[in-house]
């Protein structure tokens, strides 16, 4: 195969469709590798993309992902008005991600890399006109969708996630810098625990305590909040470690009012 697929007649989408769907055929048994270069080369042109827009996302997912659009893309891509309707249904939900028109176009010159490093001497002129065009036009169509009315609600959800997120990472600066200075005193806080629990509320004292040396239970508390501020930074580890410790505390029928408390 030589990949080109195209002759003489037809339309400019016509030819541009058989080039762009003769040269995807000669990635057969070789698109998973495709993905993974794609990535890399995307990374490549924008670092920063890993820390933002990719910020959290499992790459291996998203080159399945990829991939599987791509597959229907081209696999459909006689059909303008098909492709057109889910490109624009994919800008539209990527607005939510906070993908622009500039993400689109890094992504287009790392495609056309990827393609010329796996095909070399098959990625023909004729190949690579076809790509950018097909890709330029993909850009357009999501480009529109991220315009709609619901990729402008998910875009103003979006900035309201990033803003509480900037609030949280404030907020667990000034948990720790508070930490630093009263780890020092960590025997008084628990003694200054214990005496609390007992005035606010006795009953707990009197039963889910009845049997413990509240001065002990008061360093041991404050032990176990030291720990999960050591882990405000590694909040996949936090989650774990809070966890573990609300199940091994099951046995001691610990309820809502009593964390309250």
Do not use: C
């Not at 924008?46 to 081209?74: H, S, W, Y």
């Not at 993400?103 to 190949?127: C, V, W, Y």
């Amino acid at each position: 195969k030589d990949g080109g697929g195209a002759g003489g007649g037809g339309s400019p989408w016509e030819i541009m469709t058989a080039h762009v769907q003769g040269s995807w055929d000669l990635l057969e048994g070789r698109k998973e590798m495709f993905g993974k270069m794609l990535y890399q080369h995307l990374f490549d042109l924008d670092g920063t993309l890993i820390t933002t827009l990719f910020k959290g996302v499992a790459i291996p997912n998203q080159i399945r992902m990829t991939l599987a659009f791509l597959e229907l893309a081209v696999a459909k891509l006689g059909d303008a008005e098909f492709v057109n309707e889910q490109l624009y249904l994919l800008g539209e939900r990527h607005a939510g991600y906070g993908v622009m028109m500039t993400h689109s176009m890094t992504l287009n010159k790392a495609f056309i890399s990827t393609l010329r490093d796996i095909l070399k001497g098959q990625f023909t002129p004729e190949i690579e006109a076809a790509w950018k065009t097909g890709l330029h036009h993909f850009a357009v169509q999501m480009h529109k969708g991220s315009g709609s009315e619901k990729a402008q609600v998910l875009l103003k959800e979006l900035h309201a996630r990033r803003k509480s997120a900037t609030s949280f990472v404030k907020d667990i600066h000034i948990v720790v810098q508070m930490w630093e200075h009263l780890k020092r005193r960590v025997q008084s806080m628990g003694i200054a625990y214990a005496k609390a629990i007992k005035e606010i509320d006795p009953e707990l004292v009197a039963t889910l305590f009845a049997k413990v040396q509240m001065e002990n239970q008061g360093s041991k508390f404050v032990a176990m909040v030291g720990e999960v501020v050591e882990m405000l930074n590694e909040p996949i580890q936090m989650k774990r470690r809070i966890k573990e410790l609300g199940e091994s505390h099951m046995r001691f029928n610990l309820n809502s009012s009593s964390f309250a408390s």
